[in-house]
């Protein structure tokens, strides 16, 4: 593998890293940060200042050089690139990381359950071996959108993903590899024993349970009125860093497929009522930081 292909493969994990699902104390600098730059960089032409970032992690319970050793490594990857702007020194998303949280958008914030109607996406890819780099390139790509394997070599999905399948493959630069085909299960076998075996399902329950343990109890300060701007912020930024990976690991696979009771919809509900309330004021209070 190139240095290239490495490096471009270390800036892919950094920041999908920033979703890893972990309780608040464990959660690491880094991923608050992608998390930080994500929410409310973009919007200010993709900059934040230093003493915005310093300011906005120690409403986090972060000190001021674990945040910059943070941003140090966060560099080092090309997650961030450092840039001036009105004379002030400061960071910048690089392009690459741009394109994931982009990317990452619509299946965070606005991700549609399938349905067995929606049928599915059979993968395969054949790659000469002078080019084998791109192999694990693409088994990341389709390990990201959250594709199980159906047997070797072959990668399967919810057919409502096309799309998006489609325009992160072209986006880097791996669909002439590819070849993508609309399926649906005729025959044989229990359709919902064989999605148990192509996707995790129990760890996925795991992980939707402990994000729906560590985060119900915020709702209980919503409901008593107790959530200032400073408390949305401090509550969102961790609560969002803990979700973003879920839905990469569950490309959203139909309900009727998965375990009675299925604990990714207490959790979807979870945190569409939390993303609902908190957003705002946490944004308030973040703007009030990086315009102060």
Do not use: C
Not at 77 to 84: G, K, M, P, T
Not at 252 to 276: C, D, H, I, V
């Amino acid at each position: 593998m190139s240095s290239g292909e490495v490096r471009s493969r270390q800036r892919h994990n950094e920041v999908l890293e920033s979703g890893a699902v972990v309780a608040p104390s464990e959660i690491q600098p880094r991923q608050l940060i992608v998390t930080i730059f994500g929410l409310y960089a973009r919007a200010e032409s993709n900059w934040l200042s230093v003493a915005a970032v310093v300011k906005l992690m120690a409403d986090l319970g972060i000190e001021g050089p674990a945040v910059r050793s943070s941003i140090s490594r966060l560099k080092r990857r090309d997650v961030l690139i450092s840039s001036r702007f009105e004379g002030s020194a400061g960071y910048s998303l690089s392009q690459h990381s741009l394109d994931v949280v982009n990317e990452g958008d619509a299946r965070i914030f606005d991700r549609r359950r399938a349905t067995v109607d929606d049928g599915w996406l059979l993968v395969v890819f054949s790659v000469p071996e002078s080019e084998r780099e791109k192999r694990h390139a693409l088994r990341t790509a389709l390990t990201a959108l959250g594709f199980g394997t159906a047997a070797p070599g072959v990668w399967i999905a919810p057919g409502n993903i096309e799309r998006e399948t489609r325009d992160m493959l072209d986006r880097r630069g791996l669909s002439s590899y590819v070849d993508i085909f609309r399926s649906e299960h005729v025959a044989f076998g229990d359709l919902r024993s064989k999605v148990r075996a192509w996707w995790s399902l129990d760890e996925l329950s795991e992980l939707y349970g402990d994000f729906v343990r560590r985060y119900r109890s915020v709702v209980t300060l919503l409901d008593e009125g107790r959530v200032s701007p400073a408390v949305a912020f401090e509550h969102y930024v961790p609560m969002l860093t803990a979700w973003r990976r879920l839905p990469y690991l569950d490309p959203g696979l139909p309900l009727s497929l998965l375990p009675q009771g299925w604990t990714g919809m207490t959790a979807e509900e979870l945190f569409a009522e939390l993303n609902r309330s908190l957003s705002g004021p946490a944004r308030e209070h973040a703007l009030s930081v990086i315009h102060s």
